[in-house]
Structure formats: structure tokens, C-alpha cells
């Protein structure tokens, strides 16, 4: 998540500062600048009209690639004043007033080149459709979204990034019909909404799903086969019990974060070598049996070099009905572990 916000940074930096733009581009964005707006001569593709009490969005000059409209009152978004907006790479509407019935057709088909849409704390009650096809990151955090229009993902193959957590979403809008078309989607955030099972048909690409707040109590057994790419899976604050979580349901040989925290949990479960994070906080485990709960088996502890063997680094379990100390084959099984919190 933090690699990612630096990332976006420095490409937004690096193409903005370029000095080549041409003299007329930079004159007539000038030119073109709504009076409401900034448009700082040193920065020739950014508008900004952030924080001004707008209530529409100004026409925008042609050539803007960043446009920032967050923290306004904007309740619609027409197709007229984005019409020439077709080399805007990235919009920020993030707390403004916008409904669905608001969104205009022709206002997101004119965005050809839009990369990064951002939409979060609107009044949206549906994903937004149809999205620009080349769209990468979409955030729609905190609205009241309830509805994937089915197909709406089709063809966006480069979407990479999907914010939907504290919205009003239910099992049924979670599907692999609504999901269809997110052939490169590597994180997907759906905390904070009103699911209460796994959300199925997930892209083979996930690398890092996010379902903390939601109310989910089992996990199927077969639940991750089709997904190997799973390194980050958060499940804080929801019911799972033991009984939800099948032996070997986090058998991923690429995990390296898993949070379990302030579930129903009585037992650790199993787990893979790969994983180097594990939050087990606020459950009700009451022990814990090192030789158990070792990804390797004990005869095979005294062969294994360190990058060979279990990778566990940090391991929290505080909150939970645990007496220290730490048993000694907690430590003998995992010999990198750093950190452990009781
Ligand atoms: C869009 O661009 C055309 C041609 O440059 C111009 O005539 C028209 O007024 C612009 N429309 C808007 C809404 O900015
Ligand atoms: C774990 O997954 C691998 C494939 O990644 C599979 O070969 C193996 O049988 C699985 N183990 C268990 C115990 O399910
Ligand atoms: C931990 O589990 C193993 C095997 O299941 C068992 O032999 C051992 O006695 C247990 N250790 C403790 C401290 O209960």
C-alpha cells in the first residue's frame, strides 16, 4: 500500500516536472484556467481546485493530465465540462457529494486516458459504469455502495487497484459475474462492509485482499487453490471460529502477512513456512503447542538451513488467554522470530 502511494508519487512528480512542455500548451492551459482553479505555470498538466465550496466542475482546459477537485460540493458529473478532458490521467473527487444518478454517461467515456480515479467519501450507492478502459487504480472508499453492475469490469485489464472498503456491499454483489474482467487486479479492499462469507470469484492475480469488518465466520477449504498469489490477507474483526477455518485452508506458498486478529479463534492454526507476519491478537487461544503448530516437521528442524526454513518474524497474541512464558518449541521451530507479543 506504501510502496504504492510512493511509487504514484515519484511518476507524478517526474512526468509533471518535465520542461518540454511546448510554449503554446502551457499558454493556452493558462488561458484556459477556470477562475475558481490554480493552474500553476510551473506545473503546466495540473489544475487545482481542491477546497473552493464548488458546487460544479469548472470547464477544464484541454490539456490537463491532474485535476484535483477533492473537498468540494459537487453533486453531479456532467459530460460538458469533462468533454475535452481527454488526456486527464488523474481525477480527485474524494469528498465531495456525488450520487450515481449523478454520474453522467459521456462524462467518463470522454476520460480516455484516465489512469486514477478517485471518489471516496461521495454519496455513490453503485460502482460507477461504464469506467475508462485503462483505468489502474479506482477508490471508492467510503460511499454507500451496494451494486457491482454486472460486466462493469469487463475488458479493464490494467485495473490493479480496487478501494471499496466501508461501503454497503453483501455477498450477493460480491461475485465472479461482477468481478469479470480484472485480469491484472493485484489488490482489492472490501473492509468494512456487510459480507458475511468469502467473496468468490476472485482475480487468479490477488496479491493482497483486505476483508477486515466484515462478518465472516468460515473459510471453504478450497477457498485459495485458485488464488497462489495471495501474500497479504487481512481478516481482523470478523466471526471466524475455529471450526470456519479447515486444516491447511492457508496452504500459499506465497504468504508472508496474515491477519487473524479480534475473531473467535481457540487454536493457532496452521500456517505455511513462506509466512513472516502473523496477527493472532484479541481470539481466545488459550496455548500454544510449538511442535504443532511448525510448519516443518520436527525431524526435519536440525537439517534445515534459515532461508529453507519457517520465516515466521513477528507473531502477535496479546489479548489473547495465554500465560508467558513462550514455550521452547515455539523458538526451536522458528528461528527467525523477532518479535512476540503476549
Ligand atoms: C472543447 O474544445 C473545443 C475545441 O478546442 C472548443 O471549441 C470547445 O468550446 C471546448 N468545450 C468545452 C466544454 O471546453
Ligand atoms: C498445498 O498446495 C500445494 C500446491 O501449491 C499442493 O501441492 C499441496 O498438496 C497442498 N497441501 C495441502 C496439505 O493441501
Ligand atoms: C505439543 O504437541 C505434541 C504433539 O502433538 C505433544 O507431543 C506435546 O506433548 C505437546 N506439548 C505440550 C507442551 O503440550
Known amino acids: 500500500m506504501e510502496l504504492f502511494l510512493v511509487f504514484s508519487t515519484l511518476l507524478f512528480v517526474s512526468s509533471v516536472s518535465s520542461q518540454d512542455?511546448?510554449?503554446?500548451?502551457?499558454?493556452?492551459?493558462?488561458?484556459?484556467?477556470?477562475?475558481?482553479?490554480?493552474?500553476?505555470?510551473?506545473?503546466?498538466h495540473a489544475v487545482y481546485c481542491d477546497n473552493r465550496g464548488l458546487k460544479r466542475i469548472?470547464?477544464?482546459?484541454?490539456?490537463?493530465?491532474?485535476?484535483?477537485?477533492?473537498?468540494?460540493?459537487?453533486?453531479?458529473?456532467?459530460?460538458?465540462?469533462?468533454?475535452?478532458?481527454?488526456?486527464?490521467?488523474?481525477?480527485?473527487?474524494?469528498?465531495?457529494k456525488i450520487t450515481s444518478e449523478g454520474v453522467e454517461e459521456g462524462a467518463m467515456k470522454a476520460m480516455s486516458s484516465l489512469l486514477h480515479l478517485y471518489m471516496e467519501d461521495n454519496q455513490l450507492t453503485s460502482v460507477p459504469a461504464p469506467l475508462p478502459a485503462g483505468l489502474e487504480q479506482l477508490r471508492?472508499?467510503?460511499?454507500?455502495?451496494?451494486?457491482?453492475?454486472?460486466?462493469?469490469?469487463?475488458?479493464?485489464?490494467?485495473?490493479?487497484?480496487?478501494?471499496?472498503?466501508?461501503?454497503?456491499?453483501?455477498?450477493?454483489?460480491?461475485?465472479?459475474?461482477?468481478l469479470k474482467g480484472l485480469s491484472g487486479l493485484v489488490q482489492l479492499n472490501l473492509a468494512k462492509n456487510n459480507l458475511r462469507n468469502m467473496?468468490?470469484?476472485?482475480?487468479?492475480?490477488?496479491?493482497?485482499?483486505?476483508?477486515?469488518?466484515?462478518?465472516?465466520?468460515?473459510?471453504?477449504?478450497?477457498?485459495?487453490?485458485?488464488?497462489?498469489?495471495?501474500?497479504?490477507?487481512?481478516?481482523?474483526y470478523n466471526k471466524l471460529i475455529d471450526g470456519g477455518l479447515p486444516k491447511n485452508v492457508f496452504n500459499l506458498s506465497n504468504i508472508l502477512d496474515l491477519q487473524l486478529a479480534h475473531n473467535q479463534l481457540t487454536e493457532v492454526p496452521q500456517f505455511p513456512t513462506s509466512l513472516e507476519h502473523l496477527h493472532l491478537n484479541n481470539n481466545k487461544i488459550k496455548s500454544v503447542n510449538g511442535t504443532d503448530i511448525c510448519p516443518v516437521p520436527a525431524s526435519e528442524l536440525d537439517g534445515i538451513f534459515d532461508e529453507s526454513g519457517p520465516r515466521l518474524r513477528y507473531l502477535r497474541l496479546d489479548g489473547n488467554e495465554i500465560k508467558p512464558p513462550i514455550p521452547r518449541d515455539v523458538m526451536v521451530c522458528f528461528r527467525l522470530l523477532r518479535s512476540i507479543v503476549i
Not at 79 to 91: G, I, M, P, S, V
Not at 145 to 161: E, N, Y
Not at 206 to 224: G, H, M, S, V
Request: proline content about 11%; glycine content about 4%.
Open 199 to 236: 467473496p468468490g470469484g476472485l482475480p487468479v492475480t490477488t496479491t493482497q485482499l483486505f476483508l477486515d469488518n466484515n462478518a465472516i465466520e468460515k473459510i471453504p477449504a478450497d477457498y485459495f487453490k485458485g488464488l497462489p498469489n495471495v501474500a497479504f490477507l487481512r481478516l481482523n
Open 140 to 178: 471508492l472508499s467510503r460511499n454507500r455502495i451496494s451494486k457491482i453492475p454486472p460486466g462493469v469490469f469487463s475488458g479493464m485489464d490494467h485495473l490493479s487497484l480496487l478501494d471499496l472498503q466501508s461501503n454497503k456491499l453483501e455477498d450477493e454483489s460480491v461475485t465472479e459475474q461482477s
Open 58 to 96: 469548472p470547464i477544464i482546459p484541454p490539456h490537463t493530465w491532474y485535476l484535483y477537485l477533492q473537498n468540494n460540493l459537487i453533486e453531479v458529473l456532467p459530460e460538458q465540462a469533462l468533454r475535452n478532458a481527454t488526456e486527464l490521467r488523474w481525477l480527485n473527487l474524494n469528498r465531495n
Open 21 to 44: 512542455v511546448p510554449y503554446e500548451v502551457s499558454l493556452a492551459q493558462l488561458q484556459a484556467c477556470p477562475k475558481e482553479c490554480r493552474c500553476p505555470p510551473s506545473l503546466p
